[in-house]
């Protein structure tokens, strides 16, 4: 079970969802400055997804944990992340899969899938801790997406 209190994100909606989830996964970053991390290696990621919204579906949902679910642990969970053409690019410092690139990646997957929802949530926080004493916070700036 997960049980982990997360940075907390200020936002004018009535409903905040949460989904947690664990991704095993492989990385290496090509570049020397990388250092060790410049080996491939993996880490079991804890991933958090924070979705907002006034609206609820249908289903009284503001979006199904098990949709975000598939979104983000059924694409990267027991891969190597370098192999996902979003983390590929050598070329470009916003394509290799640090856990900075890892967070922006996921909001962007989660909240292009929100922006197809008729009740319109979004997607307000991304939290990837990669070891038990790092992480990296993604938030969006207000005018982005869905700011």
Partial sequence: ML???YPQVQHPYSFELNKDMHIS?????????AGAC???HGHTYTVNITVAGDEL?????LVNFSVLKKLVHGAYDHTLLNDH???SADDDRYSLPTTEVVAKTIY???QSYLETLENQPVCVQIFVRETPTSYC?????KGDRNG
């Fill in 57 to 61: 579906d249908d289903s009284g949902f």
């Fill in 108 to 110: 962007d997957k989660v």
């Fill in 137 to 141: 916070v993604y938030r969006p700036k």
């Fill in 3 to 5: 049980s982990q209190i």
């Fill in 38 to 40: 410049s080996r491939v």
């Fill in 85 to 87: 053409d979003e983390f």
């Fill in 25 to 33: 996964a492989a990385h290496f970053i090509p570049r020397e400055s």
